[in-house]
C-alpha cells in the first residue's frame, strides 16, 4: 500500500486484503486538503436546482462563489436559480449583525423576482455572529406570503454530507405542503438527480414510456409547487443515494412513502432500476412495457459501446467522486467497457457502500474514503492509470499527470444518465484515452512500458508514515 499520513490509514484498503471496514464517515483530516466540499456548498447543490425559487447565501461574498456556472442544473422553465444572491457580509455586520441585511435583502429580491419561495443559506459566519435567520425568515415569510425557508448550513457544522442533511430538513418543510387530487397510483418522485446535462428528462420519458407519472423531481428542474405536493406519489426514487436518503425515510415514516435506491448509469444498474419500479406497481402491462423499452433501447446502444470497448479494452480507471452509489455503477460500466478499476473512492460513502464496492471490484484495487490531491496522484501514478473519472477538482490532477479524464459531475454538459448516456460515455471515455495528445505527456516518453512517473507528493504528507 502506498504512504499515506498515519491518521488516514484506516481509510484506504485495497479489494481483496479483507480490510474493507474502511474508518469512513468521518471529519476530514485537518491538514490533509481533502477534495470535500464545506456543508454549506453540500445544501447548496442539493437545493440551488429548484428553478423558480431565490436561493440566497446569508454570509460574506466569497462562500457565494460556488455558483450556477460551476455546477449547471438544467431547467425546463424558469431559470431564477441561475442568478447568484448573497447578503455580501461585512466588517460591520460581523460587529453588529447581519439581521438588517438579510431581511433587506429578502424584501427586494421577492419584490423584484416573485419567487415562488426563499432559501437562505447561513454560512459559518452566521453561526459565529448569532443572527437569528429563522426569526427573520419567518417574518418575512408572513409579510410576503412567500415560504422563506432558513438552511442551517454554517460550514464548520461537519462534512459536505452534514450539508445534505440540512437541505432535507429544508426541503420537508415544502412536502406535505400542496394538493395532491388526481395524481395517479402509479407515480413517483425523482430523488437525487441534479439534471446537470439533462438527465432528468431522459429518466422522466423513460418513466412516460412505462406508464408511470412523476410527480415532482427533487431537485434537478425542480418546481416548488410540485416539491409541494411530493407527498402524493406512490413511490419515492433516489439516485445519489447521500444527498436525499435523508428525505426519503423521512417521507416513509411520516407518509408512508417507501423508496428504491436506484442508479441511472450503466446498461446493468438503468435496466435494473426500471424493472425494479415495474415490480413495485406490480402491473403486467407496465412490465411487459419495461421489456419491450429496455431490449430496444439496449439494441440502440449496444453498437456504440461495443465499437468503442474493441479500443478500450484492457485499459486502467481510476474513479474519485462525491458519492459511492455512483462510483459503484461505474465499475460496473467500466467494465462492460473492457476496463479494469484500479482506485475507486468517494467524498461521503458509507460502510455499507464500501464493502459493495470491495466486493464488486477486482483484488488489488484502491479503495479510498475523502481523500485529497496527494494521495489521488499517488495512486493515479503508481496504478499506471489511463482514465480518471471525477469532478472539476479532480480535473488538475489528471491533466498533470498526463492521463486521461471524464467528468461525471459539475462540468458535464453530454448527460451520462440513461441507456443513450451509456453510449455517451463510452464515446467521451475512447475519445479521451485514445487521444494522441497523451503520446507528448512525460509519462509516455519513455514508450509504453515505461514505468510510471515519480508520483507528485506533498513532502509533510508522506513522512508520517503507515505501511
Ligand atoms: S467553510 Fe464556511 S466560510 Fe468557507 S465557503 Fe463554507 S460556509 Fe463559507
Redesign the pocket.
Known sequence: MSKVLASRARQVTRAGSGGADLDCEKQSVSGSVSQRA????GSRVVLYPIADAIHLVH??I??AV?TWDIRGALSSGPELHRLSFSTDLRERHVVFGGEKQLEESLLELIERHKPRAAFVYA???IGVIGDDVEAICRSVAERTGIAVIPVQ????QGSKKHGYDAACKALMTLIGTGDTEGITPHSVNLLGDFNLAGEIWIIQEYLRRMGVEVVASLTGDGRVDLIRKAHGAALNLVQCSGSTTAVAKQMQAKYGTPFQKVSYFGIEDMAAALYGIAEHFKDPVMLQKTRELVSEEIAAVLPVVQECRAALEGKRAAIYVGGAFKAISLVKALRLLGMKTVMVGSQTGNPEDYKYLADLCDPGTVIVDDSNPAELSTFLSEERVDLFIGGVKERPLAFKLGVAFCDHNHERKIPLEGFVGMANFALEVRGSVCSPVWQFAPRHQGGADAPAAEPVRAPALVEEVAS
Open positions: 464545506c456543508t454549506f456548498c454570509g460574506p466569497g462562500c460556488y454560512t459559518c459566519i448550513s454554517e460550514g464548520f
